[in-house]
């Protein structure tokens, strides 16, 4: 098996293992306690290839949302 396929594998597990709530920074972090030296980039770029993304708490994007809204007001 050829790294890259290796490394994937690692990916998807570690990602179905977390109930795909990891995102590339704690899979980098895995991956690295698994000896895989990988930099953050990469694992992120991997994820991208085959549509890994991680859940996002809707909670923290609300107040987001709201400053976008109250910006445009003024214009």
Request: proline share 3%.
């Amino acid at each position: 098996m050829l790294f890259k396929e290796k490394i994937k594998q690692q990916i998807t597990s570690i990602y179905f293992a977390s109930e795909q709530r990891y995102g590339s920074p704690r899979i980098t972090f895995e991956l690295n306690v698994l000896d895989y030296k990988l930099s953050r980039v990469t694992v992120e770029k991997y994820m991208q290839e085959f549509r890994t993304l991680s859940f996002r708490n809707p909670r923290n994007f609300g107040n987001l949302i709201s400053l976008i809204f109250k910006s445009k007001k003024g214009f």
